[in-house]
């Protein structure tokens, strides 16, 4: 199995008050996020970690450098980063049609180990984790089911979708090499309709939705974790998620 990650963002909600550091840079507990995800790998057994750079990528570079899971990360360089995420997951395309079983990953999420453990193990070879406790509004990316089918995945929803269970999701994923194949197509689909602003959610929707069979989750409510977007998470992350995740 090799783990994706997409670390190419600026973090412009964040830049706007002052941030200079990519996300993945951020430290919660003396150690930052980019640290965080490889030593969660590396308990897992992931050798192959593939990241997209691009914001500050030269940073990025420099702390993989001095890092004990060095020899296991290859990067990539997103030079249009300030495009869409969706360029981000093209650049890894390679990646993604190399026949391998792939996890993939934001880089600016601060979790507990078990998040992670729990979708590397689950039996459902592609999966989404969906955490069932979480504030609606716009900025949450949602996944909706009909009993066990997903039925909607995204930020916004059909005023008319039906569905019996929500939650959100944690940016995590997992897929077998057909269909992480498959949604490299897909990314590779917007990029040549010139696209390149889209999310790469968008990409995987759309796979989702034509596939719903094929796809799964697993509920990790309850298990602390925390995505960074605005100056607030930061101090969430570091006054209530961290703690949590100590304990655990």
């Given at each position: ?32 996020l980019l640290e965080r995800h490889?030593r969660t790998l590396d308990a ?32 990539t360089f997103n030079p249009d ?168």
């Amino acid at each position: 199995m090799r783990a994706l990650i997409l670390a190419a963002g600026a973090g412009r909600r964040l830049a706007a008050t002052g941030h200079s550091e990519p996300k993945c840079l951020l430290e919660f507990g003396g150690e930052t996020l980019l640290e965080r995800h490889l030593r969660t790998l590396d308990a897992l057994g992931v050798a192959d970690i593939r990241i997209c750079t691009g914001f500050a990528a030269d940073r990025i570079e420099a702390a993989l450098a001095t890092s004990a899971y060095s020899e296991h990360v290859t990067t990539t360089f997103n030079p249009d980063y300030q495009a869409g995420s969706i360029v981000s997951l093209w650049c890894l395309r390679e990646a993604l049609r190399a026949n391998e079983n792939v996890l993939l990953m934001d880089a600016d999420v601060l979790y507990a180990p078990t998040i992670l453990d729990r979708l590397a193990t689950s039996t459902r070879h592609n999966c989404l984790l969906l955490d069932g406790e979480f504030e609606p509004g716009e900025e949450p990316v949602k996944i909706c089911l009909a009993d066990a089918t997903i039925v909607e995945f995204g930020k916004c929803l059909p005023p008319t979708l039906q569905y019996t269970n929500w939650g959100e999701s944690i940016g995590f994923f997992r897929f077998t090499p057909a269909m992480a194949a498959a949604l490299a197509d897909r990314a590779e689909q917007y990029i040549d309709a010139a696209n390149r602003a889209a999310p790469y959610e968008e990409a995987l929707r759309e796979l989702i939705l034509k596939r719903p069979l094929e796809f799964g989750v697993e509920d990790v409510t309850g298990i602390p974790w925390i995505e960074i977007d605005f100056p607030a998470d930061i101090e969430r992350a570091r006054d209530e998620i961290l703690p949590r995740i100590h304990g655990c």
